[in-house]
């Protein structure tokens, strides 16, 4: 079966210092791999997603994700904090089935940004 | 601004009443999905509607009635809920159904149940 596992349930940072959250997969298949956010009292926003096309993804507000076959890896890293990055992170498998697409997520880290 | 918009934001109901959720979408999506996520936890599935039809229903009590009226329209009713179905509930939407498509969610219903 599919899954992620997302390691370090509260990860902190400085501001300005390199931010690496971090995400396991298992998988038999390639699978496709999203990273999720979530701010306080709110929906999920797509950060980023892994459907094969390149190893490093790039996606939105400067974060980015490398694929790494070989350690079953889909780490999310931004180089430099900013305050506005605290916040829930959630990584993601996408699994089919029978009936459509399961969306299975990690138990998700939070990040806090200090001064 | 999200594109998946869900109403109300806010639920409060009691054991006895019967209430619904709310979820559209004007994104031409053709896959939707209802999501149940408890404080500090990871949203899981409840149900998926693909082309309009159900097509995964996660072992979901029957006190949870999802609906879907058109490809826009994503409903969920609730009737004899427990304190402990209190949790922010989610809709989503993708493409379609297949995998590897991105959800894109709402920002949530917040369902206390009394």
């Known amino acids: 079966a599919q899954s992620v596992t997302q390691l370090g349930s509260h990860v902190s940072v400085s501001e300005g210092a390199l931010v690496l959250l971090r995400c396991n997969y298992s998988?038999?298949?390639?699978?496709?791999l999203f990273w999720y956010v979530q701010y306080p009292n709110q929906g999920l926003q797509l950060l980023l997603k892994?459907?094969?096309?390149?190893?490093l993804v790039k996606g939105i507000n400067g974060f980015e994700a490398e694929f790494k076959k070989s350690e079953t890896s889909f780490h999310l890293t931004k180089p430099s904090a900013h305050m506005s990055d605290a916040a829930e992170y959630f990584c993601?498998?996408?699994?089919?089935?029978?009936?459509?697409?399961?969306?299975?997520f990690g138990t998700g880290t939070q990040l806090k940004v200090e001064l | 601004d999200t594109e998946v918009t869900q109403t109300p934001k806010h639920l409060v109901m009691g054991m006895t009443n019967k209430k619904s959720l709310k979820c559209e979408q004007h994104?031409?999506?053709?896959?939707m999905y209802w999501y149940k996520q408890k404080a500090k936890k990871p949203p899981e599935l409840m149900f998926v509607?693909?082309?309009?039809?159900?097509?995964i229903n996660e072992s979901v009590p029957s006190r949870f009635s999802p609906e879907c009226p058109n490809s826009s329209l994503l409903n969920l009713h609730l009737h004899a809920l427990q304190p402990e179905d209190s949790a922010l509930y989610l809709c989503?939407?993708?493409?379609?159904?297949?995998?590897?498509?991105?959800?894109?969610f709402g920002n949530g219903t917040r369902l206390t149940v009394t």
């Open positions: 993601a498998v996408s699994v089919v089935t029978g009936g459509g697409n399961k969306l299975t």
């Open positions: 509607y693909s082309y309009e039809k159900l097509s």
């Open positions: 994104m031409g999506h053709r896959a």
């Open positions: 998988s038999s298949v390639p699978p496709y």
């Open positions: 989503a939407s993708s493409q379609d159904p297949g995998q590897g498509l991105p959800l894109h």
């Open positions: 892994y459907t094969s096309a390149a190893t």
